[in-house]
Each structure stands twice: as C-alpha cells, then as structure tokens.
C-alpha cells in the first residue's frame, strides 16, 4: 500500500524566502505525481502534474521536482509572498488506466509579511 | 464557469439519519469521485465512477452509496449516519480516467454527526 510522508507538516517564513516543500511515498511504481494548494475552508486546487517520464514542472514561481527510483518529490517556492499562505499536498497516482490517489498529510505554509 | 459544486456546505446529522451529498460538474468529465478529509490524516477514496452507469468502492467505502445516472452528477448517499462519518467530504472530477489529467476538487461538504 503506498504511504506518502511530506516534511516538515508546518513551516513559517518571511516574505521573500526561497523554500522546498518535500514529499516521500513508498511505492516507485507511480503513474505521475501531483501537488495540490488547500486554503482553509476550501476545496483543492492543483498547482502541478508530474508525469513519471519527466523529472521537473514549472509553473510560475513553482517547481516540482520528481525522482521517482528514490520515491521523492520537492515543491519549490521562489520569493515567497504572504498570498502563499496555504497547505501544500503531494499526491502520486499508482494507476495508470485509472486514478489512484494517495494524499500526504501535507504541509502547512505561513509566509509573514 | 461553475466546476464542481458541492451541496450542502454545512450539515449536522443526528446518528441513525440519512441524507445525501449532492456533487455536480458542468465540465462534461467522465471520471468523479468522492473523498473524506479527517484532521491528522490525508484524503482517502470512498468511491468514484468513471462514467455514467460505472462506480466502483475507493479505500473506505463501508457506511456510503453512491450511482451514476447521468454525467453531470455523482451524489454520495449515508444511508444511517454514524459519528465516525463526521468529515469533511470533497467530490472531485476529471476529463477522463486517464491519469494524465488534473483534478478538479469541489469546495467540500462539513459533515457533523452527533
């Protein structure tokens, strides 16, 4: 059963920082990777889809990194700014025909003015 | 443009009561599934339907119902609502079951059960 570890569970930085969310799952046998954003009372929004060919997504000021022998995937955020503000989730998908989801606890990000 | 929309966004049920979450997408997806959210822990599968007529049990299953009669919805039946039920419930929805599509994730149902 793929269990999914994302370190640290909450992190707090000033505006401006650079930081790396991380994200471990146990089985490497993945059809691709996602990282979901979740506001506080909200639904989840996918920042980025990894597919297990490739090893980096950018979008913006976000890049996710996958290497999927290790079992590890990194979300990167340049200059954090306090609208970052949010849980990050990681989520790989073990099905190729069809989804099979598995979400990481996540990591609560706070990014002070 | 509408997505996933989730009714209700709050209810509080009493144990033994039944009730139905209401989920539709105006995106023509096929595939849509269902989710619960508890705190310390990650979202788990309850049951998802890759297309109208097709549903099939997630990771916890037990205690929920659900069909598919038509594309646009997927409701999520509690047919006798037990305090392990409070959650919060997320439905989600996909062009196709095809993995190399994004989510799309409602903004989720507050479910208490007393």
């Known amino acids: 059963k793929q269990e999914v570890t994302q370190i640290p569970a909450a992190l707090s930085v000033p505006e401006g920082e650079n930081l790396v969310l991380n994200c471990s799952f146990t089985?490497?046998?993945?059809?691709?990777l996602q990282w979901f954003r979740q506001d506080p009372g909200k639904g989840l929004t996918s920042l980025l889809l990894?597919?297990?060919?490739?090893r980096e997504q950018t979008s913006g000021r976000l890049n996710a990194s996958l290497d999927k022998s290790s079992g590890r995937s990194t979300l990167y955020i340049a200059a954090s700014q306090p609208g970052d503000s949010a849980t990050y989730l990681c989520?790989?998908?073990?099905?190729?025909?069809?989804?099979?989801?598995?979400f990481g606890k996540g990591t609560k990000l706070s990014v002070i003015p | 443009n509408a997505g996933v929309t989730q009714t209700p966004k709050f209810q509080v049920l009493k144990t033994g009561q039944s009730m139905t979450l209401q989920c539709a997408q105006d995106?023509?997806?096929?595939?849509m599934s269902w989710y619960r959210q508890d705190p310390g822990m990650g979202l788990r599968l309850i049951h998802y339907?890759?297309?109208?007529?097709?549903?099939d049990q997630g990771e916890v299953p037990n205690g929920y119902n659900v069909s598919r009669s038509t594309t646009e919805d997927f409701p999520l039946r509690l047919l006798s609502a037990a305090p392990s039920q409070t959650s919060v419930y997320f439905c989600?929805?996909?062009?196709?079951?095809?993995?190399?599509?994004?989510?799309?994730f409602g903004a989720g149902t507050r479910l208490s059960v007393l």
């Open positions: 989600a929805s996909t062009p196709t079951a095809q993995a190399k599509n994004i989510q799309y």
């Open positions: 089985d490497s046998a993945i059809y691709n």
């Open positions: 990894i597919q297990s060919s490739q």
């Open positions: 989520a790989p998908n073990s099905g190729a025909g069809s989804y099979q989801l598995t």
């Open positions: 995106m023509n997806h096929e595939y």
């Open positions: 339907s890759v297309g109208a007529g097709i549903t």
